[in-house]
């Protein structure tokens, strides 16, 4: 089949667009990495790396995660310009 996601620059971006609109999100609605991790189930080390674009989060996750930062999921999605 095809090649991993690292060896797709358009995979790359994005999941890193992905994460700062995560980041966003959360830092607007005053949670820290911590607090939506605990809220979420995930270490605060997942959701470091899921806003950095390293860990691509699964849609269950994407969809609490969005969920308790009072957002939509087409809010944190990359749109293209």
Do not use: W
Not at 26 to 41: F, I, M, P, T
Not at 46 to 60: A, C, K, V
Request: proline share 5%.
């Amino acid at each position: 089949m095809g090649s991993s996601t690292k060896d797709k620059p358009q995979q790359v971006e994005f999941y890193r667009k992905l994460g700062v609109n995560l980041r966003e999100a959360r830092k607007r609605a005053n949670l820290s990495q911590d607090e939506v991790a605990n809220l979420v189930g995930l270490k605060r080390t997942s959701l470091t790396n899921i806003e950095g674009g390293r860990q691509h989060p699964p849609l269950h996750v994407l969809c609490e995660i969005v969920e308790r930062l009072n957002v939509c999921v087409s809010d944190v999605l990359p749109t293209e310009q």
